[in-house]
């Protein structure tokens, strides 16, 4: 049994966890009302690059969750973050990816560049459902000039209506193979994704819980960053060592 009011702050993944495709999953709007009610901070925690955080809160509304802006954290917004940090807040960045990413680089005040002549400080790449191979082409270029390959996250596949579609990983594989380079990740699995969550928090992350269905992502990112982890299992299915500390069919078992 969770003792919830021992709870710090709770890290919420989105696809698989909380909804599925354009449909929030059983019992996830009545979970995260809970916590509103109960007083414990939470934030929906996305490896997804592909939205802004005022799309993700407007989405999340739309489907009857408590949601706003400063309520997501995404892991474009971490990639910024670590950009400006290493890389230096006037740094060139070749991008692959939608705007999600494209809005946390801009608000970060880096520098896109198009022009294939142009040099890049780094090629970040992310989701990108409309991506062509004249942009790999640019960005096996950039990464073989010496830039920096960084990847917003490495998930595979993503859960939606009816399945699952190729993730930012399948991107970042691609490039990989091509140049054998490889990539520094920002989202989950990595624990900075998790540590720079709890920061936004304000809590440390043993106070944190983090509730995904990915072992590979969620799970791992939590474990790495020493917080507390909840297993669900209504998204990706991955054979792992791994160890949650709770492991449930699905949000709604949280209710009980």
Not at 66 to 89: H, I, Q, Y
Not at 125 to 136: A, E, I, M, S
Not at 163 to 176: D, H, I, K, V
Request: charged share 20%; aromatic share 6%; glycine share 8%.
């Amino acid at each position: 049994m969770i003792d919830w009011s021992s709870i710090g702050g709770v890290l919420l993944d989105l696809d698989g966890t909380l909804i599925r495709g354009e449909a929030a999953l059983p019992g996830a709007v009545a979970f995260v009302e809970r916590l509103s009610r109960a007083g414990i901070p939470f934030l929906y925690f996305t490896n997804n690059s592909t939205r802004t955080p005022d799309s993700v809160a407007a989405r999340l509304s739309a489907l009857g969750f408590p949601a706003e802006r400063e309520a997501v954290f995404t892991s474009s917004m971490a990639t910024a973050d670590w950009l400006c940090e290493n890389k230096g807040p006037t740094a060139s960045i070749y991008m692959i990816g939608e705007a999600g990413l494209r809005t946390a680089l801009l608000e970060a005040n880096l520098t896109l560049i198009r022009d294939s002549e142009a040099s890049a400080d780094a090629v970040v790449v992310g989701l990108d459902r409309n991506v062509t191979y004249k942009q790999f082409a640019r960005a096996m270029r950039h990464l073989t000039d010496g830039a920096t390959f960084v990847g917003t996250n490495a998930d595979r596949a993503l859960p939606v209506s009816g399945g699952f579609a190729p993730g930012a990983g399948s991107l970042l594989a691609l490039l990989q193979s091509a140049t054998q380079r490889t990539p520094v990740i920002m989202g989950k699995p990595n624990a900075e994704f998790v540590r720079k969550a709890c920061r936004k928090l304000r809590i440390a992350e043993a106070q944190a819980f983090v509730i995904g269905d990915n072992p590979e992502t969620d799970l791992a990112a939590g474990i790495a960053a020493g917080a507390k982890t909840i297993l669900v299992e209504t998204g990706v299915r991955i054979d792992t060592d791994l160890r949650p500390d709770w492991r449930v069919a699905s949000v709604a078992e949280l209710l009980n």
